[in-house]
Nanobody, 115 residues
Framework: QVQPVESGGGLVQPGGSLRLACAAS????????MDWYRQAPGKQRELVAT???????NSADSVQGRFTISRDNAKNTVYLQMNSLKPEDTAVYYC?????????WGPGTQVTVSS
């Protein structure tokens, strides 16, 4: 079992950058697929980016070229580097750990992009 906890959210101006981190307890973190999701007010939660246990990555069309997901298994942490932020990136960002039939969500961190 892992327990993800997100950090790094905040208020940033359009065009700015933030790096989110998701720290997860547990000795087999490296075996989990890690996802970043986001949910804007009044909208459904959407998948932003994924990184597998082997390090393969994928991201949504809306963030390709701007967001980068990475992981540091030695620190049990996954990151989301967000550049060229837009107001429409404003949302609560969640981290999810998945392995076999198990799914573990973090409580989320707020990202607000506004001038």
């Amino acid at each position: 079992q892992v327990q993800p906890v997100e950090s790094g959210g905040g208020l940033v101006q359009p065009g700015g950058s933030l790096r989110l981190a998701c720290a997860a307890s547990g000795s087999i973190f490296r075996m989990y697929t890690m996802d970043w999701y986001r949910q804007a007010p009044g909208k459904q939660r959407e998948l932003v980016a994924t990184i597998t246990s082997g390090g393969s990555t994928n991201s949504a069309d809306s963030v390709q070229g701007r967001f980068t997901i990475s992981r540091d298994n030695a620190k049990n942490t996954v990151y989301l580097q967000m550049n060229s932020l837009k107001p429409e990136d404003t949302a609560v960002y969640y981290c999810k750990a998945s392995r076999l039939m198990y799914r573990y969500w973090g409580p989320g961190t707020q990202v607000t992009v506004s001038s």
